[in-house]
T-cell receptor, first 112, second 117 residues
């Protein structure tokens, strides 16, 4: 069974601060995705990384896939209250159904 | 464009009552379909997935079942609900044809909040 562990579980910071969220596994994944979820809504895809060592930037968000494709990180620069939400990483493996294994989530609160 | 509809948004059901949650996708063909359950503020647990009409795979043994009567329709059911069935249920779809991982991702519905009392 593939497991993804996210840390920290909860994070509360002031507007303008930087933060990093981690996603770790002992399994190798074909791809690693990050989603953000608002209360009462479904998760929304932010990014997909597929190559070991790959770095993708989405405005103030920087995503990195580990060299061995077992871990990933999400870094947010100058956090804003609009960044508040539950951040989920998800790992994908080969197979026709393309099932994703989701991490336990990081609840981020950015205070104004 | 593709859209996914999930209903109802909220549901309060007594223990022992039946359940039927429906999910439909528009604007695509042969999607992979998924049912997930989420505990409050936590990660998602895969319940069922389907790669085609009538093809259902179960990840977690429980008193829930799923069916796919049409290409873009996915239904989650139970004959008798338990208190432990309470949670946030999410339906999702992804492209069904073989493609690279680079642009792969799930699109989720807005979820159903189920409370069993």
């Amino acid at each position: 069974t593939q497991l993804l562990e996210q840390s920290p579980q909860f994070l509360s910071i002031q507007e303008g601060e930087n933060l990093t969220v981690y996603c770790n596994s002992s399994s190798v994944f074909s791809s690693l995705q990050w989603y953000r979820q608002e209360p009462g809504e479904g998760p929304v895809l932010l990014v997909t990384v597929v190559t070991g060592g790959e770095v993708k930037k989405l405005k103030r968000l920087t995503f990195q896939f580990g060299d061995a494709r077992k871990d990933s990180s999400l870094h947010i620069t100058a956090a804003q209250p609009g960044d508040t939400g539950l951040y989920l990483c998800a790992g994908g493996s080969s197979g026709s159904a393309r099932q994703l294994t989701f991490g336990s989530g990081t609840q981020l609160t950015v205070l104004p | 464009s593709q859209t996914i509809h999930q209903w109802p948004a909220t549901l309060v059901q007594p223990v022992g009552s039946p359940l039927s949650l429906e999910c439909t996708v528009e604007g695509t063909s042969n999607p992979n379909l998924y049912w997930y359950r989420q505990a409050a503020g936590r990660g998602l647990q895969l319940l069922f997935y389907s790669v085609g009409i009538g093809q259902i795979s179960s990840e977690v043994p429980q008193n829930l079942s799923a069916s796919r009567p049409q290409d873009r329709q996915f239904i989650l059911s139970s004959k008798k609900l338990l208190l432990s069935d309470s949670g946030f249920y999410l339906c999702a779809w992804s492209v069904g044809i073989l493609t690279g991982w680079s642009n792969y991702g799930y699109t989720f519905g807005s979820g159903t909040r189920l409370t069993v009392v």
